[in-house]
């Protein structure tokens, strides 16, 4: 893994009255917040120790950038096939803005002198910059600037011989929108190169993968009792006398008429799958029950369809899944992290809104200016 200094962009913190404003509107506004001197380019090409501290998890890893030969060559690797209405739509905010405002999150096998190399910076040296947003989200973004040249060579080292491969947990559009804009732009004298790109690198060991919950609205035209009895045959259904998470892997906990289940997959389904190394309850969800039963033909698309990300905890998922009568609702087991590193190893794909991966990245909080 190849990673470079960059002249950082950072946000200007004395103009800035409320964090959550300023960087919730980056993404649109960051052409004219330049112009208004919100933002200054640092003098100097530096790599950056970021640590994210909340109020339960701190993250510690680097904020660099990544060539996109890695990428092109497959070291750096993807779960996710892209769409190409939205990498048109990054091209087109790339454009505009000249600039990567939000780093692409990549995470790598832990390696303990990387591990070791930051957290001996972040104890010896005072932060370069450091952010935070309250009240609500109780959320500290410190960066720690490492511009020594021999430092920088080191770290540098230490990803080359350690790091063969890194795995894109978020940003797959952003990351081929660039590859797209190299591939255009490499052979045009004088032209924009697009050959590096924003990443943040976390080791597995720093993220965490939060469950990704689905609801339905309507039954197809079932009637509830219906619904119940086509589900009977695929799997083993359990009335729960609380709202749980799903316990273990191949379980799925649902919501219906706002009486809780346990659904479990019956060994005739999953003897289906026998000679496959993974088998996600996502696949089995959107093959036996969201298409087959609640008619879901595109899970990407379906307006019936509504994701809700784990981070807000099991009372706000609880509360937005079933707040109608008319929605059913999925709580699904995570994936885990070696199955995510696997199916990413093998260039296989998890369906759509797999996996929610924290700590998530914010725009403008540092940026690449090309």
Request: net charge negative; with cysteine; proline share 5%.
């Amino acid at each position: 893994m190849h990673i470079k200094p960059f002249q950082a962009v950072f946000p200007n913190t004395d103009l800035i009255t409320s964090a959550a404003t300023f960087f919730g509107t980056v993404k649109e506004e960051y052409p004219n917040y330049v112009q208004s001197g919100f933002f200054s380019k640092v003098a100097q090409e530096a790599i950056y120790v970021y640590q994210i501290r909340e109020r339960e998890h701190t993250y510690t890893g680097l904020v660099t950038c990544a060539a996109i030969e890695d990428y092109l060559e497959g070291h750096i690797r993807k779960h996710e096939n892209t769409l190409p209405a939205k990498e048109q739509q990054q091209i087109h905010l790339l454009l505009r803005r000249n600039a990567q405002v939000k780093p692409v999150l990549l995470t790598y096998p832990p390696v303990e002198a990387i591990d070791a190399f930051t957290h001996d910076l972040i104890a010896s040296k005072e932060p370069f910059l450091q952010i935070r947003f309250e009240p609500e989200e109780d959320e500290v973004h410190t960066f720690w600037e490492i511009k020594d040249d021999g430092q920088i060579r080191l770290i540098q080292a230490l990803f080359e011989q350690y790091v063969p491969y890194t795995y894109i947990a978020d940003g797959h559009h952003r990351t081929s929108t660039t590859a797209i804009m190299h591939h255009r732009q490499q052979n045009k004298p004088g032209g924009k190169l697009y050959d590096r790109f924003l990443c943040a690198l976390f080791p597995t060991s720093e993220l965490e993968i939060l469950d990704f919950n689905r609801a339905v609205e309507g039954l197809n035209g079932h009637s509830p009792t219906q619904f119940m009895a086509l589900l009977s045959s695929i799997v083993q259904i359990e009335p729960l006398r609380e709202v749980l998470r799903p316990r273990q892997k191949h379980e799925v906990v649902m919501n219906l008429n706002r009486e809780w289940f346990a659904l479990r997959w019956k060994k005739r389904i999953l003897r289906q799958y026998v000679d496959e190394e993974i088998l996600l309850d996502v696949r089995l969800l959107n093959e036996w029950i969201l298409q087959p039963i609640l008619g879901i033909d595109d899970v990407r698309e379906d307006a019936r369809l509504r994701y809700v990300e784990g981070t807000r905890g099991l009372e706000g998922t609880t509360e937005k899944l079933v707040k109608s009568d008319d929605l059913v609702g999925f709580f699904l087991y995570p994936v885990s992290m070696e199955d995510f590193l696997h199916i990413s190893d093998v260039e296989q794909v998890l369906p759509p809104k797999s996996t929610w991966f924290e700590p998530r990245m914010r725009n403008g909080l540092i940026v690449q200016e090309y």
